[in-house]
């Protein structure tokens, strides 16, 4: 039995400013931050890692009686015996991590959480409250880079091997991605693209995991699972077009979309699985039969929300499990499409296209699909997009869609204010 202690209150600070302003001595941070609602956990240093959340147990101290937070960033493909580059390689793999520190904002108002294996001194609080209370407004900064083109031809390759798959009827569909080398111009911390993601237009979950001098960061659209005591969420999201230079634009390049057989066939399959996933491990599922459009800053795509009762017995853990990965970043069947993937790819994608979240010490908590995301040193890193292949894919388009796609991440060196951003 581990026993943690979590004490947890309120605090008068804007929680990313605090962050900024905390950060600076510790080289573990990790972040969940969704921009669309109070669902934000940003943590600093690591009081302990653990393989099993089932054999903690969680002593609640202060004033407001909060669960400890636990961040979990898992690979793409974790068995895939092909080495990751030397930035993914440098992270432990390690399952639950609570760190020392973690600044909530949830329905309650931004809330301070210091975590201990001991009981927690009460001068570490006070110091952390004072700190974060007198941090100052973040800025954000421009980080100019260059991207060092991939080769279209061995894009081609990829292609015409996975449409061969298809054709020869191992797979129905296959998500291929791409990986660019970006070099910056000047040396960027991961409190530079954390806060330019948060502030910026990018639409979705702000990730990130720091591990001394290699992070990882993103903003993703994609929910895997969120559970709330039996309630659970998923979403199938696959299908994709351009945003559109303006509303009328938009508006029907998403009525395409929608009319398109081949976008349709994608996002079914994502449908099917969750469907039966769900079917599986839940009772009264609603998946509605019919996409919607999720409409983001650089791309729309087609959109299904999931939602179910998880039975008795299920975790959120074993749920995250049965999900990952779902085909709308591996393809269908989905081992028969990761085996292709560890085949047809050039690398290990690491965390990139992973489940990441985080599980309160009451097991309720979150997991996104690591997409729109990149790995960095500093100076140098990887930034990857895909998109699913299906019989008639044309690889030329979907390279043009995974450059779209690529927006997102790059949009964190971006820092200049946008209007309405
Ligand atoms: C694989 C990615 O995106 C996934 C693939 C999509 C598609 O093929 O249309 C759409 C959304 C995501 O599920 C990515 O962004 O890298």
């Known amino acids: 039995m581990t026993k943690i202690f979590s004490h947890t209150r309120p605090i008068d600070a804007d929680i990313v400013d605090a962050f900024c302003t905390l950060q600076k001595g ?62 993914f390689e440098a992270f432990p793999r390690l399952r639950f991590m609570l760190p020392e520190i973690v600044l909530i904002e949830g329905e309650c108002g931004p809330l301070l959480q210091v975590n201990s ?22 800025r954000r900064e421009s980080i100019p880079y260059r991207l060092e083109p991939d080769s279209r031809e061995a894009w081609r390759e990829a292609v015409a091997a996975a449409l061969g798959a298809i054709g020869e009827g191992r797979v129905e569909k296959v998500v ?47 929910l895997l699972v969120r559970k709330r005591g039996c309630e659970v969420e998923s979403m199938c999201l696959a299908g994709t077009c351009p945003a559109g230079g303006s509303e009328e634009e938009r508006a029907r390049l998403a009525d395409a979309l929608m009319a398109d057989a081949k976008n349709r066939a994608e996002h079914d399959y994502v449908a099917r699985f969750i469907r039966e996933v ?12 019919r996409p919607g459009i999720l409409s983001l800053t650089h791309v729309q795509h087609l959109h299904t929300p999931a939602r179910a009762r998880m039975l008795d017995g299920m975790d959120l853990w074993s749920m995250m499990g049965d999900l990952h990965p779902t085909p709308a970043v591996a393809g269908t069947p989905v081992g028969e499409a990761r085996m292709l993937l560890r085949r047809i790819e050039a690398y290990n994608r690491g965390f990139f296209a992973g489940a990441c979240g985080y599980v309160d010490g009451a097991g309720d908590g979150e997991f996104s699909v690591a997409l729109r995301t990149g790995v960095f040193d500093g100076e140098v890193g990887w930034v990857y997009a895909g998109c699913g292949i299906v019989d008639g894919s044309a690889a030329d388009d979907e390279y043009d869609e995974i450059d779209l796609k690529l927006r997102t991440i790059l949009s964190a060196f971006d820092g200049e204010t946008r209007g309405g951003a």
């Open 26 to 87: 510790f080289t573990d941070q990790f972040v969940y931050y969704r921009k669309d609602r109070p669902v934000r956990f940003m943590g600093l240093g690591r009081c302990i890692a653990l393989p099993t959340l089932d054999d903690a147990e969680c002593e609640l101290e202060g004033p407001e009686a909060h669960q400890p937070v636990f961040f979990s960033f898992n690979r793409f493909d974790a068995g895939n015996p092909a080495p990751a580059d030397e930035l």
């Open 117 to 138: 294996l001991g009981p927690v001194y009460p001068g570490r609080i006070e110091r952390f409250v004072r700190q974060a209370a007198g941090a100052p407004p973040r």
């Open 176 to 222: 291929l991605s791409r990986r660019q080398r970006l070099v910056a111009a000047r040396p960027f911390s991961s409190k530079d693209l954390l806060v330019n993601l948060i502030d910026g237009s990018a639409r979705g979950t702000v990730l990130l995991y720091r591990y001394a001098d290699v992070f990882f960061c993103g903003c993703t659209p994609e």
């Open 278 to 289: 769900f079917h599986r491990t839940c009772y009264d599922v609603d998946v509605p039969d």
